[in-house]
């Protein structure tokens, strides 16, 4: 079992630059990978996200890929402005005829003329940036898993606990169902006694009556759903494949019984213990929010 939360980060070194990686999880009932990255690096945005799918299965998951790029290696095309150079020149010996001033033009002069050139950084060479991208995020990706497992072991930890508590809670209700439905039919027959003295009701349809009333109090078909819910809860707890969205809806089923079982129960302590297993699957439904 993970967790939907952790970080991982990897780097490595290419030819022409340093690649970073950090991977962020935080919790989110659906995968949602965000990935940003160098615009060099667009064109592989889609592999990188595939590679991220590939091991997680839900929460939001933020990527980020910094590059920087090994001065030596830099790459500049320098171009020259001939034609603004030829009227810089021309502009400067027609002044120094105007004012009949010695001297020529140099070159020395003419570079420091402004915009003279234009310099433009040439595009890097990514091809040996790719593999030693995938190796970063790779890293990242094992670092991040590993929090993430860490993270759900803790988890898994208080959620069994929790389920146990459900379930001995469960127990009790089951131990208890003949007492309560036998208490149930002996008040039921006692105010029935009650309304029907001197009525000379027939004492088999008054029984039968009493069976009624009893039987719309028996939560028996709710424990035996409760018991299955339970056990198959313990089995996705103990699982590796990702889980969450199944104990999500176990977590459901096994509230709705339990609010049945509250509803039909006449007994004081079946609802208390109710009561009590509700307050553990609520906090349960909590816990189911962190795992993937």
């Known amino acids: 079992m993970r967790s939907m939360t952790g970080f991982g980060a990897g780097a490595g070194d290419a030819p022409t630059a340093r690649i970073a990686v950090e991977v962020r999880g935080v919790n989110q009932r659906h995968l949602d990978v965000r990935i940003a990255l160098p615009r060099e690096y667009a064109a592989?945005?889609?592999d990188l996200r595939d590679r991220v799918r590939a091991q997680v299965a839900r929460g939001r998951v933020d990527v980020t890929v910094t590059r920087v790029p090994v001065a030596g290696r830099r790459r500049y095309q320098v171009t020259v402005r001939d034609e603004l150079a030829a009227r810089y020149v021309e502009a400067a010996r027609a002044l120094g005829r105007r004012l009949r001033l010695p001297g020529s033009v140099s070159l020395v002069d003419v570079l420091r003329l402004p915009e003279l050139f234009d310099v433009v950084e040439r595009p890097p060479d990514l091809a040996g940036e790719l593999p030693v991208l995938r190796a970063a995020l790779a890293r990242a990706l094992t670092g991040f898993t590993r929090e993430r497992e860490r993270e759900g072991r803790h988890v898994r930890g208080d959620m069994t606990r929790r389920a146990g508590v459900v379930g001995r809670i469960?127990?009790?209700i089951r131990a208890r169902l003949p007492i309560v439905q036998r208490d149930v039919a002996r008040r039921a027959q006692e105010r029935l006694a009650r309304l029907t003295?001197?009525?000379?009701?027939?004492?088999?349809r008054l029984a039968q009556e009493v069976a009624a009333v009893a039987d719309r109090g028996d939560v028996t078909e709710e424990l035996v759903r409760l018991e299955s819910h339970l056990a198959a809860l313990a089995t996705a707890l103990r699982g590796t494949a990702p889980a969450g969205k199944r104990i999500e809806f176990l977590l459901q089923e096994i509230l709705r019984e339990l609010n049945t079982t509250g509803a039909k129960s006449a007994d004081a302590q079946t609802s208390g213990w109710v009561l009590e297993a509700k307050g553990e699957v609520e906090k349960l439904r909590e816990q189911v929010q962190n795992i993937e």
């Open 44 to 46: 592989w945005e889609s």
């Open 170 to 172: 469960v127990r009790r």
């Open 197 to 204: 003295a001197g009525a000379g009701i027939d004492p088999a």
